[in-house]
């Protein structure tokens, strides 16, 4: 178990990038083309260094780890939704009748729901955990969303639910969120972390109106604003406890406890991307685990992600949430494990590299 932040950073090592050339020497050699799977192949060499060069590659069993929280800054009115429906989806995901709910149970991935914070109480449910007592986060337009103590804590709720499911015998993880409001912490975030515009990267959400996204923006650069009058320390931790949300710093954990235990781990759509720059920002090396399951059509991510240097494995239009994307990446993965373990080589096919004719 991971006992404090400190510990657990200082357990995140760099995979082995050497062993992305053996991996590729493998696929060179597979009956095909070269390079002619394309980004299949630059996730099975991924996958081949993040399980240390251990063949056949074995990345099942799945679970995708859900964060639900409600934020103080929807009094500001930047949500679409009121906040009543934070609580109504979590018992949609729980009852099965939620995206996430039935990609996931096609895509063969179990969910655990971590309840980060929000104003309701969900049922007593195997699959779901109350991790905080608060109801919803301080409102970031004037106030912290959340003490440094707390935020250390979910952040450790986070990793320690990888630590315990890999127990279990979890190989790989997702995330995803539920939580009305929070592409507004997400978006702040964003723009603390990356210098950037929140004029330039604030989107509809849910669904707002052009002057509401205006309005939206402004709240955000006061939430800004105020972080940089008030808070005394500015390290990427306590951006996180002044900005960001329940949900995100659960599921920032959950990046880095997945990185420190050296299992690959799927990052959503938006606000999940929040929590991997977060993470990202605490140590770099958690990119080597991580896997960006697809651009969100927020309006902003494309300038996010050259920030991070990263190109999501999908490009859907989508901007659901819950970790919808993520399950259908995990069925990308699979496909870059089976063809790795599984195709035949040059040598197993009695067929020259050079001729492709029979010998």
Do not use: W
Not at 81 to 104: C, F, R
Not at 291 to 301: D, I, N, V
């Amino acid at each position: 178990m991971f006992k404090n932040l400190s510990k657990l950073l200082s357990q995140i090592k760099p995979s082995n990038h050497a062993l992305l050339q053996k991996a590729q020497v493998h696929l060179d050699n597979l009956t095909k083309p070269v390079g002619s799977l394309g980004r299949l192949e630059e996730f099975a060499a991924k996958l081949f260094t993040i399980y240390e060069g251990k063949f056949p590659l074995q990345i099942n069993p799945a679970l995708h780890i859900l964060a639900a929280g409600d934020h103080g800054v929807v009094q500001e009115g930047v949500a679409q939704n009121p906040q009543e429906v934070t609580h109504l989806m979590i018992l949609n995901i729980l009852k099965g009748g939620a995206g996430i709910s039935v990609l996931a149970k096609q895509n063969a991935m179990d969910i655990i729901l971590l309840d980060s914070g929000h104003k309701g109480i969900c049922p007593e449910d195997i699959r779901a955990r109350k991790i905080n007592l608060l109801e919803e986060t301080g409102n970031i337009a004037r106030e912290r969303a959340m003490s440094d103590e707390l935020c250390e804590k979910l952040i450790l709720e986070g990793a320690n639910t990888v630590f315990q499911a890999h127990q279990k015998g979890y190989r790989i993880f997702s995330i995803g969120e539920m939580g009305i409001g929070n592409t507004t912490p997400a978006t702040a975030l964003f723009a603390k972390y990356f210098h950037l515009d929140p004029q330039e990267i604030t989107g509809p959400g849910a669904g707002l109106s052009a002057d509401r996204v205006v309005h939206k923006a402004k709240i955000i650069q006061k939430a800004l604003d105020r972080h940089d009058k008030e808070e005394k320390k500015d390290s990427a931790f306590h951006i996180l406890a002044s900005l960001g949300g329940f949900e995100i710093a659960t599921l920032c954990g959950v990046v880095l406890g997945a990185s420190a235990l050296k299992f690959p781990v799927i990052i959503d759509g938006f606000i999940s991307t929040s929590a991997y720059a977060a993470a990202f920002c605490m140590h770099n090396a958690v990119k080597d685990y991580a896997f960006l399951s697809h651009a969100s059509a927020e309006p902003g991510y494309q300038k996010i992600m050259e920030k991070l240097q990263e190109k999501p494995m999908l490009d859907l239009s989508m901007r659901l949430g819950e970790g919808t994307g993520a399950a259908l990446a995990l069925g990308l993965l699979r496909s870059a494990q089976t063809i790795y373990n599984e195709m035949a080589t040059f040598q197993d096919a009695n067929i020259q590299t050079d001729t492709y004719h029979t010998k």
